[in-house]
């Protein structure tokens, strides 16, 4: 048998939702009112950081699994954040509260504030149809 190659490893995915998030909230603040595009962007932030919160343990469980609590302890907390903040931020746009909603994606932005995004990216608009998605979780 042969070996079984993950190229879509939870560290890829994590750096691929944490520059889609610098992305939208770098949008978000650019938008003027409370539209539809502002929801999908908002939306879209809280579901990403809900998805790096759940690739945590994936993460660490190869940690674990050799002994390295320590390193795997300090690497949950470093990304205890993100699972907090999409709740709040869940809450925040479901109530329709703009003010919390800027508030909390301003904290995912300083959180971020490492990961570089260049204005030619690859990204697109990862943010389209991310409200319907909040509704329906």
Do not use: C, H
């Not at 949950?76 to 909390?104: F, I, P, Q, Y």
Request: aromatic share 8%; net charge positive; charged share 30%.
């Amino acid at each position: 048998m042969s070996r079984i190659i993950n190229l879509e490893s939870a560290g890829k995915e994590r750096t691929r939702l944490t520059r889609a998030i610098v992305l939208a909230v770098r949008e978000l603040a650019r938008q003027n009112g409370t539209g539809a595009e502002s929801r999908d962007l908002a939306a879209y932030i809280a579901l990403s950081l809900r998805a790096i919160a759940d690739t945590i343990d994936v993460s660490v469980a190869a940690w674990e699994k050799r002994g390295y609590w320590v390193k795997a302890d300090r690497f949950r907390m470093d990304w205890l954040w993100a699972g907090e903040l999409a709740e709040k931020l869940r809450l925040a746009l479901l109530s329709e509260d703009w003010g919390t909603v800027a508030a909390l994606a301003a904290r995912s932005a300083q959180k971020l504030n490492k990961v570089s995004v260049g204005e030619n990216n690859r990204l697109g608009k990862p943010w389209a149809g991310a409200w319907q998605e909040l509704q329906r979780r």
